[in-house]
C-alpha cells in the first residue's frame, strides 16, 4: 500500500492487477478476533479476514480517490 500512496501522491504512474484479489482485514477486527482467542484460551492455527475484496487496482484507486490526486494506473 506504501508504494501506491506514494505513486498516488507523486502523480507517478503505476501498473496495478485487475486479476489478484484481496481480502483486507482492518486492524481493529483483527485485534478484536485475536482478544477473543486469548480471552478464551483458544489454541491453534487460525484464519482471521475482513469481509470485503477488491483487487489491487481498485485499492489504488480508492487510494489515489481518498488522496484527491489523479488516477494515473
Not at 498516488?8 to 503505476?14: G, L, R
Amino acid at each position: 500500500m506504501d508504494k501506491v500512496v506514494r505513486a498516488a501522491s507523486e502523480q507517478n504512474t503505476i501498473v496495478a492487477a485487475t486479476d489478484l484479489i484481496n481480502s483486507s482485514t482492518h486492524v481493529r477486527d483483527f485485534s478484536k478476533a485475536i482478544s477473543y482467542l486469548i480471552n478464551q484460551h483458544l489454541y491453534g492455527i487460525y484464519h482471521i479476514a475482513g469481509e470485503g475484496y477488491c483487487s489491487r487496482y481498485e485499492l489504488a484507486c480508492f487510494a489515489a480517490e481518498v488522496l484527491g490526486v489523479p488516477n494515473n494506473f
